[in-house]
């Protein structure tokens, strides 16, 4: 079937962290026994800047400030690739795990760092397993202080680790000038389901994953596609976890970049920053507001 290619608004946005780094689990590995596993990182991105050099797209990075602390010309091979570099915070906390000082620190810190090494403002954050909640007062508040242009932290779905499902679908500021731009998402019916990525893109199969993202890409006129690394990685270490979260960490990953290599073919992608920044979009309210779904 020859697929109708989506041109406008599509972006594609690797979140740079480890496996041993993930949320599922957290509560496995501590923070400070991550310098005790072995680094996948170097090589997952390889796989990652060699694909996207072959179907010549630009793709947001939001690179974790730990990663590029122990990778700094792992950071800079992504900007000299043409990609935007974007921060994913430096210490992958859940954010309800931070009081407002720590995640304020936390996001400067990496925010300083990555410009450090790419000599070039970072301009977009996302937080880890994007985890500000619909009742998080101060979360945007404290990514627009630190400077950044635009947020791309919330899936308005239900999900067990995240999501606020009242929250717009589509791009739009907040009353602090920051912009928001969610993960996608398809309505069929009167539900919302997930159409931007990660486990659900290598659990399904790929015509159903690729149709529902195409639906998505009509119906919102843009898409926000989102992946990590490690997900494309079958050979790293297990990590000893429940069956539920090692299932869901590698599910088809010997599959997966075949998969990603297709799904490149079906839209124009780009960076978060070029198809978004200096755009018109509306302006809802406050967060808590708009999370509740009042907008
Ligand atoms: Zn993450």
Redesign the pocket.
Known sequence: MQIKKQQHNCSLTI?V?EYFQVEAFANDIDIKDWINYPSRIELQINLLLDLLKEQKISATFFVLGFIAEKHPKLVQKIAANGHEIAS?GFN?QHITKQNRAEFSADIKQAKDLLEQLISAPVLGYRA??FSISAENEWAHDEIKNAGYQYSSSTYPISHDFYGVPNAPKTPYYLTNGLLEIPISTLRIYKKTFPAGGGGYFRLLPYFIFQSMFQASGQQLDFLNFYTHPWEYDPEQPKIMSSFKSNFRHRVNQHSALKKLEKLCKTAQFDTLAKCHLNKEYPCLGDWTKIASGDY
């Open positions: 979140d962290e994913h992958h880890p397993c």
